[in-house]
């Protein structure tokens, strides 16, 4: 069964940062796409950034770029998401996806993805 843990969630003021995990497990963590995606109230979710696991490609929503950095433990199968600089726009739901058995064409793209964390909640204060 696949399942996929998101932690690291809490809330800072602008300016901080926090680290997101996802562990990931019930399949071969090799060779797939990972995703953070994001949704504040109200908005639609955004892609925030991915990896693609086999190679290590890394691609980041403009929003991000610069601040943002996500990362991988092979061997924990586990994914991260370091964010820096981390301001009001940034509050929103956290969550880990998983693009298995699938070809991804565009890895910000929340369509591509066929399996879901639960979601950490991420809230900066200004």
């Known amino acids: 069964q696949v399942q996929l843990v998101e932690s690291g969630g809490g809330s800072v003021q602008a300016g901080g940062s926090l680290r997101l995990s996802c562990a990931a497990s019930?399949?071969?963590?090799?060779?797939?796409?990972m995703a953070w995606f994001r949704q504040a109230p109200g908005k639609e979710r955004e892609g925030v950034a991915a990896i693609y696991t086999g190679g290590g490609a890394k691609y980041y929503a403009d929003s991000v770029k610069g601040r943002f950095t996500i990362s991988q433990d092979a061997v924990e199968n586990t994914v991260y998401l370091q964010m820096n600089s981390l301001q009001p726009e940034d509050t929103a739901m956290y969550y880990c996806?998983?693009?298995?058995?699938?070809?991804?064409?565009?890895?910000?793209?929340?369509?591509?993805?066929?399996?879901w964390g639960q979601g950490t909640q991420v809230t900066v204060s200004s």
């Open positions: 019930g399949y071969p963590y090799r060779s797939s796409g």
């Open positions: 996806a998983a693009a298995l058995g699938v070809w991804v064409l565009d890895f910000l793209n929340d369509r591509e993805y066929n399996y």
